[in-house]
């Protein structure tokens, strides 16, 4: 590969990112520090092959991932930005609906990854809600105990939600769908990126998606239009949200708390 020119992208606090320009063509290279996020730019390589391999979205090729002394790197494909086609809402919803179609035996992955730069744990497990407790929200209770945040009645709370939570087969999920993770494309198409996959309930990208916002509803309208979301999914959306809120909770600080705790006392 020879280099012609690099430039910083915006990569967040967690990786160094540069758009490569080279005589074969222009890639994104991603680096970090390889002893504080080990195998994190292998597992990114594997949840975007597995984007790949199971939806119609438009999803970076890996070129290459690897470490060098003491620093990680993953060598992406560039896809140039561009405005969304007038059936962007369509084509979203048809992709996202075909990728959570994508199913399992089990809830879980066959390696762990992150989400943001926290590790994400999955464990095999037979059930949407030993899932949901054990391989998400357990974790990030426990890692917001040792941040000196302490949380009344878990035990209740868990029985409590393991009632509410639907039980659906395993989708394939994106698993950090918020709009700084998809983009359209020069022709238009939806792209994904930085992902945390797991086969997990699907909801739990739904509502990511309604986290921050970002997202038409169209999109929604269109992808329950052709995968009907179960009864009662938006009285669902904090049980879900709640993950997300942990994560940025113990990624940002006490700002999320106020959300944490709504969604704790609404099944409590």
């Not at 943001?116 to 059930?127: A, D, E, R, V």
């Not at 700084?180 to 992902?195: K, R």
């Not at 990208?205 to 938006?234: H, R, V």
Request: glycine content about 6%; aromatic content about 12%.
């Amino acid at each position: 590969m020879e280099l012609i020119d690099s430039k910083p992208l915006s990569g967040g606090d967690i990786n160094e990112v540069f758009l490569l320009k080279c005589e074969e063509g222009n890639f994104v290279v991603k680096l970090n520090n390889a002893s504080k996020f080990p195998k994190m730019f292998e597992a990114e390589a594997k949840g975007l092959q597995l984007l790949k391999q199971n939806s119609s979205f438009k999803i970076p090729e890996v070129i290459a991932n690897g470490m060098d002394q003491n620093i990680s790197y993953l060598i992406l494909e560039y896809i140039s930005p561009g405005n969304p086609s007038k059936d962007f809402s369509e084509t979203f919803a048809a992709a996202l609906a075909a990728l959570h179609k994508t199913t399992a035996d089990h809830f879980g992955l066959d390696h762990h990854n992150h989400i943001g730069s926290l590790p994400q744990k999955n464990c095999l497990s037979s059930s949407s809600y030993e899932f949901y407790i054990t391989q998400r929200l357990e974790p990030q209770f426990k890692m917001a105990a040792e941040k000196g945040f302490h949380f009344k009645n878990l035990d209740e709370f868990y029985k409590n939600i393991s009632e509410e939570i639907p039980r659906e087969p395993p989708a394939l999920v994106h698993g950090d769908l918020w709009n700084g993770n998809y983009m359209a494309s020069e022709t238009g198409e939806p792209v994904l990126i930085d992902p945390a996959v797991a086969f997990a309930p699907r909801e739990m990208d739904i509502t990511m998606m309604k986290l921050f916002g970002g997202f038409s509803e169209e999109i929604f309208s269109n992808y329950n239009t052709i995968f009907p979301l179960g009864e009662g999914w938006k009285e669902r959306i904090p049980l879900w949200q709640l993950y997300y809120l942990l994560v940025h909770l113990n990624l940002f600080g006490s700002g999320y708390l106020q959300q944490v705790n709504s969604a704790i006392k609404k099944y409590s």
